[in-house]
Nanobody, 124 residues
Framework: QVQLVESGGEPVQAGGSLRLSCAGS????????VGWFRQSPGKEREYVAT????????VYADSVKGRFTISRDNAKNTVYLQMNSLKPEDTALYYC?????????????????WGQGTQVTASS
């Protein structure tokens, strides 16, 4: 069993930066791929990024490539999402999720555990 808690979301001006954290519990957390997704009201959950269990491989959605960076510190059981050059369209509830897949998945149904989300609001 893995439990995930996101933090770091807050209102920010467009062009600004935020770092989201995803704290995982359970001694097996470091063996999971971890992904970030986001969802705005009235829209489907959107894939953002994934990092493999070792941190050696990362994948990004085209909409955030070059602006967002996913990383992890397995000693702290934490995965981060550094978000730079934020745009109003990045406004959403951001979720982290853990997957036992060895190949970084992009689909929500491939993830086994989910956090409750943290709100990011980027205003112009």
């Amino acid at each position: 069993q893995v439990q995930l808690v996101e933090s770091g979301g807050e209102p920010v001006q467009a062009g600004g930066s935020l770092r989201l954290s995803c704290a995982g519990s359970g001694r097996t957390f470091s063996s999971y791929c971890v992904g970030w997704f986001r969802q705005s009201p009235g829209k489907e959950r959107e894939y953002v990024a994934t990092i493999t269990w070792s941190g050696g491989f990362t994948v990004y959605a085209d909409s955030v490539k070059g602006r967002f960076t996913i990383s992890r510190d397995n000693a702290k059981n934490t995965v981060y999402l550094q978000m730079n050059s934020l745009k109003p369209e990045d406004t959403a509830l951001y979720y982290c999720a853990a997957s036992s897949s060895r190949v970084p998945p992009r689909e929500p149904h491939d993830y086994d555990y989910w956090g409750q989300g943290t709100q990011v609001t980027a205003s112009s």
